[in-house]
Each structure stands twice: as C-alpha cells, then as structure tokens.
Nanobody, 116 residues
C-alpha cells in the first residue's frame, strides 16, 4: 500500500506563488510516474504536470512556463512550484503516483484558491 500526503495549498492573490509538496510512503518497488492533477469547481480532474521515470516531464498547456514539477527519488517526493498564479488555477490539487505494475495511488488533495 502506498500513501500520499500533500501540503502547501492555500489562498494567494493573482500573480503570486505557491509550492505544493507530496510525500509518498509505503511499498514502492518501482515507480512509473509521479505527478499532479487538479479539479476546479464544476470541472473534471485534469493533469497539471507529471514526471515519468526515464521519460521526462509533461505539462498541461495552461500551466506551461508558470509551473515547474520536480521529483526526489531518494525521498519519494514530488513538488510543484506554481508561479504567476491565475484565478483559473483555483482547484483542489491531487498528487498521483503510478507504479511499474500500473497501480495508481492518490492523495487526499490540497486546496489552492487564487483571488483576483
């Protein structure tokens, strides 16, 4: 079993920055990817950014150039640095981990609110 715990959400004004962190614990023999998804009010959950083992990073077009994802395999941690935040970035942000056997795990989410 894998547990993911997110931290770092909060309320910020438009143009500001936040850094989200996710710590993974448990049995993780091999990780395919770690990333961040979000679900805004009345919207479906969407990919924000992901780091795939041996295959680099992917970002949603809506956050390219503003968000940066980083991963520390020694501590099984993935961070999301969010700059130049916009009101449309308001959402619950979820950490995701995919193992080599394709099992997916999710954190409980952390709320980000960007005021205009």
């Amino acid at each position: 079993q894998v547990h993911l715990v997110e931290s770092g959400g909060g309320l910020v004004q438009a143009g500001g920055s936040l850094r989200l962190s996710c710590a993974a614990s448990g049995s993780m023999f091999s990780i395919n990817a770690m990333g961040w998804y979000r679900q805004g009010p009345g919207k479906q959950r969407e990919l924000v950014a992901v780091i795939r083992t041996g295959a680099g990073t992917d970002y949603s077009d809506s956050v390219k150039g503003r968000f940066t994802i980083s991963r520390d395999d020694a501590t099984n941690r993935v961070d999301l640095q969010m700059n130049s935040l916009k009101p449309e970035d308001t959402a619950v942000y979820y950490c995701n981990l995919e193992l080599a056997d394709w099992r997916n795990y999710w954190g409980l989410g952390t709320q980000v609110i960007v005021s205009s």
